[in-house]
């Protein structure tokens, strides 16, 4: 009685899909969707470019949170948000969001704040510490 049970088929190359790829007629690997090729909204596009100004106008400035006469330590601060806008503006005007280059920006941007943040506590603490010990 083998032929009175249904086979089933199996399809090795069949490909799935949730409901969002069939409504928009895109599939994963095409990466053709909307969102993915049209690149970050405008919004987050204007305000890289106002955080790039602000990079801009904290290099010029002499006020830093490490002052420039210091060697080499004076000038990490403001390569550091330089590099930080820029990969930001990248990252933001890139057309596909889901690129890896586009990710790898991110990631590193965010190592990047991380470190400047950790930096700027230190310094912050150290300033005090001396200010602490020198007015005891």
Known sequence: MEGSMPQEKVYEDAEVHDMNDMEHGSSREGSSSKELQNGAPVVWKALSVIIA???????????DLSPDALPVVGWLDDIGITVM?????????????????????KYIKWMM????????ATIIGLFAAILAFVTH
């Open 85 to 105: 806008a820029a990969l930001n503006a990248y990252q933001q005007f890139a057309k596909d969001q889901s690129a890896l280059t586009v990710r790898l920006a």
């Open 113 to 120: 704040v991380a470190v400047l943040v950790i930096a700027a």
């Open 53 to 63: 100004m602000m990079a801009l106008a904290y290099d010029i400035s002499p006020l």
